[in-house]
């Protein structure tokens, strides 16, 4: 059966995660994905190192490059912007989380990109987005959990939480490679190409949005509050007599049979705890009687008895308890694959979306430096000599 993307061809321009992953995603659903990295490799190459060497990557560029060719290029050099004309020629999307002037400046923005290929796809990711002032700065992950107010309800009022886990990144990658999948379809009906932006504000925004809401309409001026919930109770992280896990009560009847397991039958006629909002504003209490509750058992015990009452609750992992859990393999949410010069296999998270007819597939692991640009380049039609002579003046 064949994949999804059969027979696309990528460009991925991108660095660290928001390009790089999206088109890992697109990669995964077979399309075929051509990362061009600068010659001594880009800074991302070997961001969080594990040990695969100066041609190898570290655990970030292993997980967001999977599925790739790749090939060294300077894109700025004259004989190195043929090369981007002639990969573009033969291109149905060129993925690209650069700012828009250093786009310009590579012949890699949307009007340039037309000259050589009228339908081209142009994904590009900002940091802040188009039309306001600040659309010109650069950004990370963290500058969107920071300005979306999530910082500001993590961790407590003296001491604001960020995420260690870049979620802003994570989720505009997966939403610039559900606008490029939109981007193709559309493409297959008029035919025409288009240019999907992507920006790291935006997508915080919009998943912090339900909490902007209740603000402007209620002015709640929440604060942080370690991590109880702000909307139901008990909703909170607990510590066991041999760890911690995290709860979660939403609704009536699931405060009820929280109620009967605690031993707390009495609260439920009690005005403080009538509803989920109720019991969120009182929420010091019900996560005090929820944490006697759990110290008295180990984190097994208590799971067990809250899974007897329907509750949803789970354990505070360490990554190395991710790693041993006996789910996550089971499920397959986690795949051991090997990787030149590392002696151990690497635990990669396959595609993190299933579809029953044509799954995302693993057909090879992120490239070695430069793995593929002299067979990338004879695709284009430059023979031996021609590719020697790239090497020499440092093209590629």
Known sequence: MSAVLD???????????AGPFCAALLGDLGAEVIRVERLGGGEDRSFIPVGAGPEGGGAMFLAMNRNKLGMT???????????VR???ATADVVVANLPPAVLRSLALDLDSLRAVKPDIILTTVTGFGAGGPLSHKHGFDGIGQAMSGAVYLSGTPEQPIALKVPWVDFGTACLSAFGTMA?????GKSGRGQKVEGALLRTAMAFANAALIEQSLTQADRSAIRNRGFNSAPADVFRTNDGWIIATVIGQPMFRRWCRMVGEAGWLADPRFADDQARADHGEIVSARMGEWCAARSCAEALAELEKASIVAGQVYSPQQALDDEHIRAAHLLEEREYPGLDRTVPLAPTPIELSETPGTYRRPAPLLGEHTDEILASLGYDAAEIAALRADKVV
Not at 7 to 17: E, M, N, P, S, V
Not at 73 to 83: F, N, Q, S
């Open 7 to 17: 027979g696309i061809r990528i460009l991925d321009f991108g660095r660290y995660i």
């Open 73 to 83: 290029l300077d894109p700025a050099a004259p004989k190195g912007r043929e090369i």
């Open 86 to 88: 002639k990969l573009v």
């Open 183 to 187: 981007a193709l379809l559309e493409r």
